[in-house]
């Protein structure tokens, strides 16, 4: 297997529960933590521009209601993404999939981008993410990770992008997801943690792909993933699952 170009602890929408989850706020708060690198969800706006959001809508983290995926830009920037978290993020601004990057780039830090389309898109989310990913990090020896729960936006990354790695995201074993992701040329499993023993990620390795866990949120749990092989945890608990303090392998 290549080795893994990434840092073994990922900061789960940032750090989504001590900073409005998808902002750059967030991002900063993880790295005070002391993590280097981070997931995020990005969907399109209605004309096309990737940015930072997990919902379909944007009733729960934003000040606004609806479909996210049917404003423009110039709507969505607009709004006000952090006064939902606490006062102390009201006006924080839903970031695009560039500032998240030159952010990224600047400091050294990786990421993993979750593909999360708006129903429907799913084709076209994969297709712009992989090309706008390989044009933000061209040139970069490390770039992205592309993950998705779904086969579409992942085959349209592969067609668009075949250079970016892609991840399946799993959320069940269910029937074909080992060859689903093979043929899909994955680097890499992205699975909830309740589904990983020691035989899953042995079969996830024998097939030449990483095994990573999400949401892995106590110090007992990461253990006993570290203990049966795992490649990475992504974590919402920056302030409590420190990179330095716990020790991989």
Not at 183 to 194: E, F, I, K, P
């Amino acid at each position: 297997m290549t080795p893994w170009p990434y840092s073994f602890w990922i900061a789960h929408r940032g750090a989504g529960k001590l900073a409005p989850e998808n902002t750059l706020a967030a991002f900063r708060v993880g790295a005070s933590h002391g993590y280097r690198a981070f997931e995020c969800d990005v969907k399109l706006s209605a004309d096309g521009v990737p940015f930072l959001l997990h919902d379909a809508t944007l009733e729960r983290t934003t000040t606004a209601q609806g479909v996210a995926g049917e404003r423009s830009w110039a709507e969505l920037s607009a709004l006000d993404a952090g006064s939902w978290h606490s006062p102390a993020f009201r006006g924080e601004p839903i970031p695009t999939l560039a500032d998240i990057a030159k952010y990224c780039l600047h400091n050294g830090f990786a990421l993993n981008i979750e593909i999360k389309p708006t129903p429907g898109t799913e084709e076209e989310t994969g297709r712009v993410v992989a090309g706008e990913a390989a044009r933000l990090w061209a040139g970069e020896a490390v770039k992205p990770l592309l993950s998705s729960f779904q086969p579409q936006a992942l085959e349209a990354a592969k067609a668009a992008e075949e250079s970016v790695p892609r991840a399946l995201l799993i959320d069940s074993l269910w029937p074909g997801w080992l060859d689903c992701a093979n043929a899909l040329r994955c680097a890499a499993v992205v699975a909830h943690h309740s589904l990983l023993s020691t035989q899953v990620i042995a079969s996830i390795h024998g097939a030449e792909m990483l095994a990573l866990a999400y949401t892995v949120n106590d110090p007992a749990t990461a253990q006993r993933l570290m203990e049966y092989g795992i490649d990475g945890v992504i974590t919402d608990a920056v302030d409590r699952l420190s990179p330095s303090a716990l020790v991989c392998g």
